[in-house]
């Protein structure tokens, strides 16, 4: 596996690899990696003649400065879950490399930016959009591989990259799960004992969503049912619970055939989201 660190070389071997016709699939991560992860770089082999992941922690996405020195960093273990996969290159570019200058593009989302973690998060998506377009520009993929578990930053992505131009085939992948049912996610390895099975409550809240649905249920009933569930639990600091349109992302009506239902909670004071198809 070849470690890149420069935008430079990222950039020169992207350009070279993509001059002989070699397709580049890419993964774009803030470390920590998982199965989860690891998952969508065998997506993306299967697709692609080379693979890149990125690991990098892109300040910008951040709301607190707490929140992101307190972000995992693991690199020797990224790196041999990356060899394990037979990765072709890793990019690990410090910030200087990823942003050479001070400058903040804004983006307009057209409203996909506007709920849940948008109200929660501002200028969040606004820093992922930055970021991830400037690693196209240095990776230049055929495709990009994304989890469903950011469902918002999925949707935003897709968009986004429709609308800045890029000819870049956006590859959605299913939320990988713990037996119990919890998603995957870098931030679990820095829940106790107790808040792993505590956290595990958002997943069982999901499904009780969906089974009260599939029950005939109205979305206001539904939503209380599962609100009044996780306030139960007092371990649990419930930040939103969201019924949406899964292409729109507004809040949708009973008459809606498709339904996402979205929660972000805080479990050990560690912010966790989940998202389920309830209907």
Known sequence: MKIITTASEMMEFATAQRATGVTIGFVP???????????????A????????????????????????????????????????????????????????DSKTPSY????????MEGANRPGHFNGVVQVVSRLFDLTKPSKAYF???????????????????????IIGCPTLREDD?????????????????????????LVLAKTHLSQGKTLADTNKKVNDRLCAFTDIKLEYLELVNPTTLKPTSDEDPAIQACIAAWVDGVRLIDNMRVK
Do not use: C, W
Not at 29 to 43: K, Q, V
Not at 54 to 74: A, G
Not at 90 to 97: A, D, L, Q
Not at 181 to 205: P, Y
């Open 181 to 205: 049912g919890l998603a995957l996610s870098s931030r679990n390895i820095r829940l106790t004992t107790q808040g792993r099975i505590t956290a595990n409550q958002i997943s069982t809240a």
């Open 147 to 169: 989890g469903e578990k950011d469902f918002q930053q999925l949707a935003i992505i897709k968009h986004m990259t429709h609308k800045l131009g890029y000819s870049i085939n």
């Open 108 to 115: 307009e989302m057209d409203g996909l930016d506007k709920g």
């Open 29 to 43: 991560t803030m470390g920590a990696l998982h199965e989860g992860h690891a998952s969508l770089i065998r997506a």
């Open 45 to 100: 082999k299967q697709d692609n003649g080379i693979v890149v992941v990125s690991v990098f922690v892109n300040p910008t996405q951040f709301n607190q400065d707490t929140d992101l020195e307190k972000y995992p960093r693991t690199f020797d273990s990224d790196k041999s879950l990356l060899e394990r996969e037979s990765v072709d290159v890793m990019f690990f570019p410090n910030v200087s490399e990823v942003y050479p």
